[in-house]
């Protein structure tokens, strides 16, 4: 199934070519780390026998994911007579930040930021058509998917450190390098550096989406690097972007 919100970064275009790289043996438990709009969770098949956890630092996005599961249809309510308007794309992103909304209220709004601005950035109005019902429509199909997810929000370095071990798959999709003032500062520059000593000590299996440089390239030389091209999604002449698969096995 195909994720609910847009994302920047997100791996609608490269889902397909990360899931043919996941290991023959099923882990006990598939972890994504950098959860995002969460495309490769949505398009895997759902294990009975495998715990999944999506996980992401951004408390607005996670606050979302958990009304979804446990409150679409209050969710869908409160997503209801929803215009694209600027007007109510700038009142929300004022209500976000203060107190007394209800977490429902929150998530309504975040979403509703996400789905109508430019790049899905939350903060600049898109000036086009979005219809934001195509996302509303799908959160009972989506809460249904997330039933079995545990739902983190974790920073990265206690995630990893407190679900690795032998038997565990982490998919990883950081901020690419010199990417890093879209999000915030949820990731700097320098976690780079601090999310590859991590994994070069991990136990369980990874497979990471980067983009294709020579920092990264030379960051991750020990392991086990692939280029991929896809079509860039930000332009319409056929431009083709190169990113980088890396994974700790074969």
């Known amino acids: 199934m195909n994720s609910f919100i847009p994302w920047i970064g997100g791996k609608k275009l490269l889902r397909n070519e990360i899931l043919k790289r996941f290991p ?3 882990p006990s438990k598939y972890v994504e780390v ?8 949505f398009a895997k098949e759902s294990l009975s026998k495998q715990q999944e956890i999506f996980n992401d630092y ?7 994911y958990r009304c979804v599961k446990y409150h679409s249809e209050e969710l869908k309510k409160e997503c209801d007579y929803l215009l694209n308007s600027r007007e109510i794309f700038n009142s929300y992103k004022e209500q ?3 107190r ?3 977490d429902i209220q929150r998530a309504a709004r975040y979403l509703y930021l996400i789905k109508i601005s430019f790049g899905a950035d939350g903060k600049t109005f898109g000036c086009t058509n979005r219809n934001i019902y195509y996302a509303v429509d799908m959160l009972r199909e989506v809460s249904e998917r997330l039933r079995k997810v545990t739902i983190e929000n974790q920073s990265y370095e206690r995630l990893i450190k407190h679900y690795d071990n032998e038997n565990v798959l982490f998919y990883i999709d950081p901020p690419y390098y010199q990417t890093e003032k879209y999000y915030g500062d949820l990731f700097n520059i320098e976690d780079h550096e601090r999310l ?6 991990l136990k ?4 990471l989406s980067y983009n294709d440089c020579d920092y990264i390239r ?6 086990y690097i692939e280029e991929i091209s896809r079509n860039h999604n930000l332009k319409s002449n056929g431009e083709k972007y190169k990113e980088l698969i890396i994974r700790n096995f074969k």
């Open 100 to 102: 007394g909304l209800t």
């Open 204 to 207: 369980g299996k990874f497979i």
């Open 58 to 64: 951004n408390s607005e996005l996670i606050n979302l």
């Open 96 to 98: 976000i930040t203060t």
């Open 218 to 223: 030379e960051l991750y030389k020990g392991f």
């Open 34 to 41: 950098f959860g995002g709009a969460g495309w490769v969770l």
């Open 24 to 26: 023959d043996e099923v």
């Open 196 to 201: 590859n000593n991590i994994l070069i000590n």
